[in-house]
Structure formats: structure tokens, C-alpha cells
């Protein structure tokens, strides 16, 4: 079993050794672990995983190829694997799909939860059961306008929770690669100031004051002149913005290089009452947004990089946010942040051009008073002459 374990991390493009996997199995002989499959898990990363930068490879790798083997339905609503396993999906015409019924959020709960207690046994290609391939609003690989996902990858980005959890990845601040343009754009948004100690050399000073002097050298220096702008990023992490990784980590990259004055967060699809700065610890290290909300001047520059993609319960509806019951919608959190900070735009590295068929993306541009910018060059300069006023 775990000779294939091993040959699943390589396939992953994980650098593990045969050293490395001896050291897990001679930990596993000595019991050093329960066993329990979380605690062979941490064994696992911590014995065969040199690099953080590894560790999101690593728990797909991890779930892929164990997930099976603890998945039961038990009294925690736990739902086998064999049940979610896709065997068909159904190719539905435009106008069967908006045949399809929309629950409700609240009914939608409701029903999962008496499906929970009814359902015996696996299904597939229907509409009623928790399944695959069907229309059912539970499950994975079929088609429903709102649902919750249940087991397997997203398609169509209509789920309104995601019965799974994963570790996003954070975006790379040292990427250069592709950052030039990026950053020709950002330098549009400057207010220099001389703030601090004087450690340059001031010239024309220097030259008056030496004349002065009758031509004895009297060096004046002076505060380097800095972009005194304020900058505060929110960055949507996880989930459909995987397809945008690239770009986003070219945006932070030369926006921690323009900025000197810049703070950044993570969020996940909207912002609600926590924001956190490094997703691997984003359960356990989180800050909440009122701290975030007071600690910055009201001058700070707002921008929120995310491609508005979720659903409309998590943007106007208390408890619906995909990962927990949120007290309050995001919409309340997106306002008191646009109160805060009054100068603010939203960057999409969505296409423009599809903006209009993604309902999410409507709201929030309405929310933000239509100051949402794509993620172009455009874009950029466009956004930046917004923050400029």
C-alpha cells in the first residue's frame, strides 16, 4: 500500500527519496504514531516533505490516494467515497438547465440534512440523492444552478458550500518573471515625500550653502524621497482563483516592490469578520477584520484582487460562506471596508468579457460602485487613476 503512496508524491512532482521513505516506514514499526490516519498524515509531511512549498502538492497527493480508506457514513454526516465515485455525467441542453429547480439556501440545508439520515446506499445520475452525474443539488460531476459540492472538483462554480477542506497556497512575493509592465502601471499611483533620517546627499543645498561659506565644502544631506502612498491589498485565495495563480503572484510581486507602505491579507471568495496572512496557517493565525478595519488611516489605498466568482448567498446571506457560518454577509464586511478606506477598486483577472454571465461578479460591482477593473494593463492604469483622485 505504501510503495504506491510513494510512487502518488512522485507523480505529484514531490522530491521524495528512498531514504526519506524508509525513515517513515522505520517510524511506523517503532508505533511512534496511533492508528489513525491523521496522525499518519503529519508523519508522513513531516518525513517525507522537505519544503513547505510542498505542502499543498502534498495534501492533494494525501487525499487522492487515502481518503477512501476512512470515509464512512457515520454520525458526523461523514459520506463514503465509493457513493461520489463518477461514472457518467449527463450532458444537459441550456434550456434543461434553467429548467432546474433552485432550492433556497435555508431549504437547501434543510433537505441535505434529512438526505443525511435517509440515505443508505450510493447514487448516481439522478436529482434526488447525495451522488455524481445527476442533477441532483448534492454531490459532484453533475449540474445544478446551486448546490453543495460533496467529494471531487468543482466545474460549473455554482456551489453554495464545499463539503471538503484544503489548504490554499500563498502567492509567491518574489516572483520577477512578467512583473515589468505591472510595474510601470503601479508607479502611476505616487506621492512622494521626504520623511525620516537624513541620509542623502543634498545637492543643490550643498552647492548654495558652500558659496555661502566662501567656497568651504558645507554638505547638507536630507531624508531619501520615498512614494509615501499607503497601500492595503485583500487577496482572494483558493478555489476558482487556482486558475489565476501566475497572474496574482505577478501583481503581488511588483506591488511589494512599488509600495513600501503595503500591507496585504488573504480571503476566500468575500470578506467577512477574519482575514489571515498565511494560508497554511489560516485556521489558526487569523486577524480579524475590525483590528484590520482600525489599525490603517483612512488615506490607506483599499485593493481587492479576486475574480468575484462564488455564490450570491456568500455575498448577501449571514452563514453563507462556503467554509463556515459566517455571522453576517459579506456585503456588510465589503461596506464598512469601502467606509474605511474611501479610495478602493477591485481588480478581476477575470476576462472583461464575461463579466456579465457571472451573477456574483454583478453584485459585487454594484457593491463597489462599479470601481471593479480587470487585471490587465488597462486595467491597472485605469484602477490606479481611480486611486490617484
Known sequence: MLIDFFFTLKDARIPVSIKEFLTLLEAMQKQVISGSLDDFYYLARLTLVKDEAHFDKFDRAFGLYFKGIAARFDEQGSVPLDWLVQRMKR?????????????????????L???????????????????????????????????????????????????EARTYKDYDGEREIGTRNIKVALRRL????????????????????????????????????????????????????????????????????????????????????????????RHSERFPSWDVLRKYPPDTRLIFVGDATMSPYEILQAGGSVEYNNEEAGSAWLARFMAAFPKFVWLNPEPENIWQYRQSVGIIRQLMNHRMFPLTMDGLERAMRTLSK
Open 91 to 111: 450532458e444537459l441542453t441550456p434550456e434543461q438547465i434553467a429548467a432546474l429547480e433552485k432550492f433556497g439556501y435555508d431549504k437547501l440545508m434543510d433537505r
Open 113 to 163: 440534512r434529512e438526505l443525511l439520515k435517509e440515505q443508505k446506499e450510493r447514487h448516481e445520475g439522478g436529482g434526488k440523492w447525495i451522488g455524481t452525474g445527476g442533477t441532483s443539488p448534492f454531490g459532484h460531476g453533475g449540474t445544478n444552478p446551486e448546490g453543495i459540492r460533496i467529494g471531487g472538483k468543482g466545474g460549473n462554480r455554482s456551489a453554495v458550500k464545499v463539503w
Open 190 to 281: 505616487r506621492k512622494f515625500a521626504r520623511q525620516g533620517a537624513a541620509e542623502e546627499l543634498a545637492l543643490d543645498a550643498t552647492i548654495r550653502a558652500t558659496a555661502s561659506n566662501a567656497g568651504y565644502l558645507d554638505i547638507k544631506m536630507q531624508p531619501e524621497r520615498r512614494n509615501n502612498i499607503k497601500v492595503l491589498m485583500l487577496f482572494d485565495v483558493g478555489g476558482t482563483m487556482d486558475d489565476h495563480i501566475e497572474r496574482t503572484e505577478e501583481l503581488f510581486s511588483a506591488a511589494k516592490s512599488e509600495f513600501k507602505n503595503m500591507e496585504f491579507f488573504y480571503f476566500h471568495n468575500c470578506v467577512y469578520d477574519h482575514l489571515w496572512k498565511n494560508n497554511r496557517r
